[in-house]
């Protein structure tokens, strides 16, 4: 008995998310996925314009401040490779801290809403 990779949708084919999968599921065995849902293969799916939904705010925001925060880093460590920053290398840098003070704050404490002022 073969399996493949199947994904749960809707039956109302207007609605193009996935509402969960990939399963495993060898096409014979009971499988019960709810009412008004249906299994289709993955295949099918990548054919039919099905996408997986997209991820909450609080997570995409919890990646831009991490992603933000890298290269906050890189930043800094630029800045204190330079032997003699200039006055105007110095304010960059405190605005840049002061952003990534902000991320790494509001990462830490999940004030994950907004990530403005980072």
């Known amino acids: 008995m073969a399996v493949g990779q199947y994904v749960v949708v809707s039956m109302d084919t207007t609605d193009k998310v ?8 060898d096409d014979t065995s009971s499988f019960n996925v709810g009412t ?14 099905y996408t997986r939904p997209s ?6 925001n919890a990646a831009t401040l991490r992603e933000r925060i890298g290269v906050g880093l890189v930043a800094s460590a ?8 200039t006055a105007a290398q110095t304010a960059a840098q405190v605005r840049r801290l002061s952003l990534l003070t902000t991320a790494l704050a509001k990462l830490a404490l999940e004030l994950l809403d907004t990530t403005d002022g980072t």
């Open 78 to 85: 630029v800045y204190t490779g330079l032997p003699n920053p």
């Open 55 to 60: 991820p909450p705010a609080t997570e995409q």
């Open 18 to 25: 996935i509402k969960d999968g990939p399963l495993l599921w």
């Open 36 to 49: 008004g849902l249906q299994l289709i293969t993955v295949n099918a799916a990548r054919e039919g314009g």
